[in-house]
């Protein structure tokens, strides 16, 4: 049994501000981090799609503490990676960080006011004992992603990928790529195969509101040429913060006003012979579902080029060759792609009691 005053599961993005932030607030206190994988980052060390990147701006996403400097605000995966990897370094936390260490329960003693956390490492079975546990390890299985139980999927002749587990020596090019799904990940994978793959289509069921707007932010790289670039970063933070919650109220309190400047900014983008109102009007109100982000208008341009397609339909079922659709239409593929989502969990699948009594979360979050 080890014990620390503190003990923080997860060594992705929230982990590492976790233990920083402790770090400075709390220095005398003794902490370890536990991370179920094999390596530090979370989510942005697991997904390794093509084009995967950020849909919120590095100066909001990023640590208060540590200023995003990049050109591209809009960042993708492995840049992040690396900024995550640089606040480990200049913190020294890598030898605060426990890899393959899988939590199975967690259990708290009232009468001496400390937490016992139970890991797998190895199929070695190991115990911590603390005061406080931060538990920062997501939202969804890292293990098992979310694939809906599609009729004959087994009988597909081709490859079935999620982009969770994205295979790192998969060649698609010049072949026929089918992406299922309407959310961010969707939206990203299609621009960025649409050079390589000999067509690419997204194929949803409904609609997602879709934003353009520019990787990089004119205002945050003017300031950073003339200010430090703590103040540079703390200014556009601020700026950007303020314009979200702006946007977000405006949305809330003029649903309709707004929705048709959403719609409208998209048919400008995509030219008045296109379907706006099949494909990219959604049935719901803007921020009833979270918005897409489209950066530099990637998905507007390729289907302009022709190089994409966005499909408005049903699947009926999955063939040899492909997919077929409720209208009856045919999807031909060489590689199917669902983006349809995570499973989610609860503080990693963990099992929690206080004093002896499980601890079900469902009865006691609201």
Sequence with gaps: MQNFDVVIVGAGISGIGAACHLQTECPDKTFTILESRGQSGGTWDLFQYPGIR????????????????????????????????????????????????????????????????TTDHKGETQQFRCNFLMMCSGYYNYDTPYTPNFKGLDTFKGMVIHPQHWPKDLDYTNKKVVVIGSGATAMTLVPAMADDAASVTMLQRSPTYVVARPDQDKIANTLRKLLPDSMAYAL????????????????????????????????????????????????YNPWDQRLCLIPNGDLFKSIKKGKTQVITDQIDTFTANGITLTSGDTLEADIIITATGLNMQVMGGSTFAVDGRSVNFADTVS
């Design 54 to 117: 950020s849909d919120s701006d590095m100066h909001t996403l990023g640590f208060n503490f540590k200023p995003w400097t990049a050109a591209k605000s809009i960042a993708d995966g492995p840049s992040i990676k690396s900024y995550l990897t640089e606040t480990i370094d200049e913190h020294g936390l890598a030898q605060h960080i426990r890899h393959a260490h899988k939590v199975l329960s967690a259990n708290w003693s009232s009468s001496d006011a400390t937490w016992t956390v």
């Design 236 to 283: 556009t933070r601020f700026k950007n913060t303020q314009l979200q919650h702006f946007m977000y109220q405006r949305m809330r309190k003029e649903p309709t006003k707004m929705k048709k400047a959403l719609v409208g900014m998209v048919s400008d983008a995509l030219g008045p012979d296109y379907d706006v109102e099949k494909h990219f009007t959604p049935k």
